[in-house]
């Protein structure tokens, strides 16, 4: 019991376990053999304020320098992106993005405070690498860093591949109702409100409990 306690205190142990059974999974599905990871990953003493701030950014921004997506929330895959696309569901991250210091202390204000230095440090030039256009960094001043209704809900969108019922509350308890024991379903499951569009719930896949 004591081993297992100090493995699940442990980031190293912990990393360790995700990218070896990551590493075997992907070389038994392409039939290769070998290391996948480059190295080991980083564990870094941030100092709070500009310098935490700034480190989450840098990180926010990968996918932008990569080219991969114009937009930092666009990218499922990083603390913004969580954010924006679930709402920071379950409260699986710290809400402060490192803002705390800047004297902002309510969510919505640091949320719009962090989008609005993370657009201006990713409109910078930096050679060789992707940046945030400046139209869409005019597009973000424009709207005061605010997220409007309309993309809040095509951030939202996923809930219509990661559900299995969406609607009004009464529609989807209906639903539910209708269907549940076709389903391997085995208790009750309550609709949750999709956050950023009044009055639209949705329910999870009845198969996954």
Request: aromatic share 12%; with cysteine.
């Amino acid at each position: 019991l004591e081993e297992y306690r100090e493995r699940f205190c442990s980031l190293s142990a912990y990393v360790k376990d995700i990218k070896q059974r990551f590493s075997c999974f992907y070389n038994k599905r392409k039939k290769r053999k070998g290391t996948l990871w480059g190295e080991r990953f980083k564990s870094v003493i941030v100092e709070q304020g500009n310098t935490l701030v700034h480190c989450l950014a840098y990180i926010d921004l990968n996918a932008v320098r990569a080219g991969i997506v114009k937009r930092p929330e666009d990218y499922r895959w990083c603390s913004i992106g969580y954010h924006i696309q679930t709402g920071n569901k379950d409260g699986f991250l710290s809400s402060d993005l490192g803002t705390p210091d800047f004297g902002v202390d309510d969510a919505a204000t640091q949320l719009k405070t962090y989008r609005e230095y993370l657009y201006h440090i990713g409109a910078i030039d930096k050679r060789g690498k992707a940046k945030i256009s400046r139209k869409v960094l005019e597009e973000e001043t424009t709207e005061g860093y605010e997220m409007n209704r309309l993309r809040r809900f095509r951030y939202r969108s996923r809930y219509f591949t990661d559900s299995g019922i969406i609607g009004s509350r009464a529609f989807v308890e209906t639903q539910y109702e209708t269907f549940k024991d076709h389903f391997r379903s085995t208790r009750g499951k309550i609709p949750k409100r999709v956050k950023g569009i009044e009055g639209m719930y949705s329910l999870k896949r009845l198969a996954e409990d």
